[in-house]
């Protein structure tokens, strides 16, 4: 939105009381300091939580798809899955409306890792690839080697149900030459070009 204005939270910093059990803080900063954190229309397809073409931080956006579960590990978000999902995610989501972004993150009194959100289940995504050109052979593989599907490109299309993880894809005999498709957990359906 042209012209808005940031404000200041409308809390301040929340101490425990005398004698409750020391707290632990975690705090996750949308940028480095002295650099800006920004806001983009975020497309469809890319991750995002939202596909009505709106405005959202870029921080934001990341943070709720990862607590949606693009960042569990083992059915868990926890304060390092979140961490080391904001990490990677962030600055790959500023990357696709042309900014840098870069998170940075910040623990008083952090000791074991913290659960936020238990019982995510790695739920099926189907994955439709369409093909530029036929006449190929498309290899469609998981992050430990395995062929997930092989197959010709003359159908113009696949739909393959795969789980949140990266997979590449290459013409058969050009593996050197694969791209990468990250399956992040926060779509039921994954569109991909190849």
């Known amino acids: 939105m042209v012209g808005v ?21 975690y705090v996750f900063s949308a940028t480095e300091f002295d650099n800006k954190a920004f806001e983009a229309v975020i497309q469809p397809g890319n991750g995002s939580l939202l596909d009505n073409n709106r405005t959202q931080g870029l921080f934001t956006a990341s943070l709720m798809n990862g607590l949606k579960g693009a960042a569990a590990e083992n059915g868990k ?6 961490t080391n999902y904001l990490k990677l995610n962030l600055p790959e989501l500023a990357k696709s409306v042309q900014k840098i972004q870069i998170p940075r993150f910040h623990t008083e009194n952090a000791g074991s890792e913290v659960t936020i959100v238990d019982g995510i289940k790695n739920q099926d995504i189907i994955l439709e690839i369409s093909f530029k050109g036929n006449h190929r052979t498309v290899i469609l593989e998981d992050a430990d080697l395995n062929i997930i599907k092989e197959d010709s490109t003359e159908n113009g299309s696949w739909n393959v149900s795969v789980k949140k993880r990266s997979y590449a894809i290459y013409n058969k005999g050009e593996a050197d030459l694969a791209k990468s498709i990250r399956i992040d957990g926060t779509k039921n359906v994954v569109q991909y070009e190849f």
């Open 5 to 25: 204005n940031g404000a200041q939270p409308l809390f301040a910093n929340i101490k425990p009381a005398a004698g409750t059990a020391e707290c632990v803080s």
């Open 77 to 82: 978000v926890t304060t390092t899955s979140l």
